[in-house]
């Protein structure tokens, strides 16, 4: 462990050398932070981790905000704690080098499109369906009380694609576009005028098997994760 936190140390100690995080672009400095390890440094080495004990990534979240670095909000919240992890343990090595950059550096928000309106703590008895077409998949359903999906580029998403099972086997996890065509999101206005919360609804939504996480029917553990 000494090691480790030595190795975390000049890492970081590098990437505050290399860029100066309260006149760098905040893209630019998440970007250098990623390729350094550094970004969730128990994530394996090139996908922006150095593969060291997760405990590990609170001294580097601490040196980098001592040194000015904009923290993260809340449009990078699932991202950074579900959407990550989740790619990171079930996606391809293309799906992992396309999405984990973009989603530290915040070029690409998320929201979570788990809920439905007959299926909410029962999230297994999800109705949203996904249909195979070659190599894409087209989706309909609809979801509900999503946070964030208003600004959300990406959603994890999961949909029923085998109703032959039973239903906690018959689910599949996407990385889905939020403004691929057919998809619309209405925002559920709050007592307090605002609109956190939203419904997203899908519409023969057309998603490239590529944006899958895992394996087909896995749905549900991806989803635990």
């Not at 994530?43 to 670095?69: K, M, S, T």
């Not at 449009?75 to 080098?97: C, K, Q």
């Amino acid at each position: 462990m000494e090691d480790d936190a030595s190795l975390v140390h000049d890492r970081v100690s590098q990437l505050l050398e290399e860029i100066d995080p309260r006149s760098a672009p905040v893209e630019k400095f998440r970007s250098r932070q990623f390729d350094l390890g550094l970004a969730w440094v128990s994530f394996p080495e090139g996908f922006g981790g150095l593969g060291l004990a997760p405990n590990l990534q609170r001294e580097i979240d601490r040196r980098v905000g001592e040194a000015g670095a904009t923290p993260p909000g809340a449009r990078e919240f699932f991202g950074l704690t579900m959407a990550g992890p989740t790619v990171v343990t079930h996606g391809s090595d293309e799906l992992r080098n396309r999405i984990l950059r973009r989603t530290f550096t915040g070029e690409e928000s998320w929201c979570q499109l788990f809920s439905e309106p007959g299926s909410g703590s029962d999230l297994a008895g999800l109705a949203t369906r996904a249909i195979r077409d070659g190599d894409e998949w087209v989706i309909t359903g609809q979801k509900v009380w999503n946070t964030l999906a208003h600004i959300a580029d990406r959603g994890m998403l999961v949909a029923r694609s085998d109703t032959e099972v039973p239903k906690h086997k018959g689910l599949t996890y996407f990385a889905l576009d939020m403004h691929a065509p057919g998809v619309e999101v209405r925002p559920l206005r709050q007592m307090t005028g605002e609109a956190e919360f939203n419904e997203v609804y899908l519409t023969e939504v057309r998603v490239p098997d590529a944006d899958r996480i895992g394996d087909v029917g896995e749905g549900w553990r991806v989803a635990m994760t």
